[in-house]
């Protein structure tokens, strides 16, 4: 149990400060967004939105001012993520840049790709995406088949991407491909992570239409792509690391548990105080909610500390999900046949319950993640 | 990996030096003493006496209680190892509700009597009422923690707190039990008079018994659901069926993680009630305390865990976690007795979704990160 002990993390003041005037920014630029468009949350795809974050500083807060970062705590920068996400403002744009991309090229190319790529993920004008899954691959990983050959200058790329977020509108797609063979005994060595212009020639980018009839993931298609040398990140075959490190990043922010926030919001609206099924069904959520919280909020320290909360990070994804996902249920079970057709409830309602299976697939399925936790625990 | 990223401002909530002693003193004590004979005995209707003299001797029941009211002066985060413990070694002692009786009595500064006490919230599981002054009690209260083993009752009716002799004539008592066996009773009260009247200054409990009571019996189910995890995971790699262990089946190990990471929650909320509870008897709340919203969500968080962690405990082990001989049975009947106890998670989930229905939209979130709901 040890292993998945998360440590309660207190916010400081200079944290709450930022609270009121993050507060106060929301209320004034979605003073006009609808329920229905607050919901979109992740997949609210708005680059004038991303644009304004980076304009008060809300982008790459707590990275370094040489590459355009302002230098502030990570618990500030929780603050503002939870209240974007609460708020249901549309994040989708940066989210992957700000979250991972960023930090990945800090880390791993400190003098070459952090300094051209990075300030322009701090000004919300650089988007990116995150090229992992491949056709046939999913969770393995390590099934990677893209490949890259070596060649004057730099590397040819050919393969494909699938799932990829946002790749209509990045500008470059961090890629994990394999630029050497698998080892005998580590099917996870050869893999390297490179960036890819997403301009270049070479790269078609195809639409995937998710199962609401809307476009945020895509396929990407690579076909003799040139990528410099320069744009290796980090180490030649330490693909698998860097990846596995980036991961953990993705896995315990409070987007892992905000995500139908706006459905149980329309629900209260809705409620009535006195019906006991009302108050007990909402009353179990809001107590998932003070939870998740707490413990997404004590990840967010134990990083912040630089201790390495890979499995922690890993339940708070887990037990997210099951909140996302029992919000609509609840839903059916107090509205399912009594709300207004077309209401902000019946709205909300529709598009969160449609949404609601990718809660438990992306950044890890429901599967992967409980296979790590009993590892965490002394299972295998 | 942010070794690049600048860190300031976190709280790493490390346990204090007197936590530390203290978790250390009572896991020393509970691991070598309340063995299955201990608790086999109990079940069998022996009161663990002898036990509860080494608890007296470790000074545990005053773990509380103010250094200068004859206590160790521990806050609630640092005596809640020996709450944990309880629930981590089934105890079957009268500890937890003697804590915080002398907990109480200590705060509206009455004199804290020698031997067990139990606790009782007048208008809670009954019709019990203290009269203005505190001096008598009338009315009926059920399912009261040891009543037959303690001599003495704390009753809180608002924040008026009375000490009672249970051995008087005023007093008669109907024996119970709960799924674990044990004690709690019904006692009659009429007219009875009390031997200690006092104050408590905790007005952000209007119930202060029936929130704490539900804090300790979170910490205590904290406690219990990682017995229950320990035992389970240790079964799953012992027993071999089909040539491998069962914890090597994929099935197993998401039923496991699932009732981990709901224990990791439940850990989460009674830390965080915790310390509100630390900080509130210190005086440290200022002018809102969050603890009764906090008390509301670990209840319910342990209480929801319990439920789910019972039912895969016993699926892990099989027909042996079935018998009378194997010790799972010792964890499971208590959280199926203590998910019930000071308020179950049905009841604390009602008084948030009040809460959060009167907030509505426009004031959840306010209310969640403020903790007032």
């Given amino acids: ?380 | 990996m942010n070794t690049a990223i600048n860190y300031q401002g976190a709280d790493d909530g490390t346990p204090s030096d007197l936590q530390t002693v203290i978790a250390d003193s009572v896991e020393r004590l509970f691991a070598k003493h309340v063995t299955r004979e201990l608790l086999e005995r109990f079940d069998a209707g022996h009161r663990a006496d002898a036990l509860w003299q080494q608890v007296v001797d470790n000074g545990l029941p005053g773990a509380l209680v103010p250094e200068s009211a004859g206590g160790s002066g521990a806050n609630w985060l640092d005596a809640s190892p020996v709450l944990r413990a309880i629930g981590y070694w089934q105890a079957p002692l009268p500890l937890a509700e003697t804590m915080l009786a002398a907990a109480l009595l200590a705060h509206a500064g009455m004199e804290v009597p020698e031997g067990s006490i139990t606790l009782i919230q007048a208008g809670r599981l009954g019709d019990l009422r203290l009269d203005q002054e505190g001096g008598h009690l009338e009315g009926r209260a059920v399912n009261v923690p040891w009543a037959r083993t303690c001599r003495w009752a704390v009753v809180a009716d608002g924040q008026r707190l009375a000490l009672v002799d249970l051995r008087q004539a005023a007093v008669t008592l109907a024996a119970g039990s709960n799924f674990a066996d044990e004690e709690r009773d019904t006692l009659v009260f009429a007219n009875s008079s009390s031997q200690a009247t006092g104050h408590l200054q905790l007005a952000d409990l209007p119930e202060p018994i029936w929130h704490l009571g539900a804090l300790v019996r979170a910490c205590t189910l904290v406690g219990t659901l990682e017995a229950a995890v320990d035992k389970a995971v240790l079964y799953a790699n012992e027993r071999v069926q089909f040539g491998k262990p069962i914890g090597k089946q994929q099935v197993l190990q998401q039923y496991l993680a699932q009732m981990a990471g709901a224990t990791g929650a439940a850990r989460m909320a009674v830390q965080v009630a915790l310390r509100s509870a630390s900080d509130l008897f210190l005086g440290a709340a200022g002018n809102h305390s969050t603890l009764a919203f906090d008390i509301a969500v670990a209840k319910v968080c342990a209480g929801e865990a319990a439920t789910l962690a019972a039912s895969v405990a016993h699926q892990v082990h099989g027909a042996i976690g079935f018998t009378h001989e194997h010790t799972l049975h010792f964890a499971t009947r208590r959280l199926w007795s203590w998910r019930d106890e000071f308020g179950s998670d049905a009841h604390w989930a009602k008084v948030l979704g009040k809460a959060a229905i009167a907030a509505g939209s426009e004031g959840f979130w306010v209310g969640l990160t403020d903790r007032s709901l």
């Fill in chain 1, 1 to 380: 149990m040890q292993a998945l002990d998360i440590k309660p993390c207190r916010l400081d003041a200079k944290a709450q400060a930022l609270r009121a005037e993050v507060r106060a920014f929301l209320a004034e630029e979605l003073k006009h967004y609808s329920p229905a468009e607050r919901a979109k949350g992740l997949v609210g795809l708005v680059p004038e939105f991303t644009r304004k974050l980076g304009e008060r500083g809300w982008l790459g807060m707590t990275w370094p001012a040489r590459y355009g970062g302002h230098e502030r705590s990570a618990l500030e920068r929780y603050v503002v993520l939870e209240e974007l996400l609460a708020a249901g403002a549309p994040v989708g744009a940066h989210w992957v840049a700000e979250r991972q991309s960023g930090p990945l090229l800090i880390k791993f190319s400190p003098e070459v790709l952090a300094p051209q790529i990075v300030p322009g993920i701090t000004r919300g004008e650089t988007l990116m995406a995150i090229g992992m899954s491949e056709p046939d691959v999913g969770s393995d990983l390590a099934a990677v088949r893209t490949r890259a050959k070596k060649t004057e200058g730099g590397w040819i790329v050919n393969g494909s991407k699938v799932w990829t977020s946002g790749a209509h509108l990045a500008h470059y797609m961090i890629t994990l491909l394999r630029t050497g063979p698998k080892e005998e005994s580590n099917r996870r060595a050869g893999l390297s992570q490179l960036l890819i212009d997403l301009k270049a020639p070479g790269v078609t980018v195809r639409p995937i239409y998710n199962m609401l009839g809307e476009h945020d993931f895509n396929e990407v298609f690579l076909e003799n792509v040139f990528v410099p040398d320069d744009f290796v990140i980090g180490q030649l075959g330490n693909g698998w690391q860097q990846v596995t490190a980036e991961l953990a990043l993705e896995r315990s922010g409070p987007e892992r548990y905000l995500s139908s926030t706006q459905l149980y919001l329309a629900m209260l609206d809705e409620a009535d105080p006195q019906d006991s099924r009302h108050a007990v069904g909402l009353g179990r959520l809001a107590a998932r909610y003070a939870t998740l919280r707490q413990m997404s909020l004590g990840v967010a320290g134990m990083l912040a500390r630089g201790e390495n909360p890979a499995i922690p990070a890993t339940v708070v994804k887990d037990q997210g999900a099951l909140l996302e996902q029992a919000i609509p249920d609840v839903a059916h079970d107090l509205f399912g046949d009594q709300r207004e057709p077309g209401s902000d409830l019946d709205q909300v309602m529709r598009f969160l319950t449609q949404s609601a299976p990718s809660f438990s697939l992306r950044g890890g399925t429901r599967e992967i993640l409980r296979g790590i936790i009993a590892g965490g625990l002394g299972l295998r």
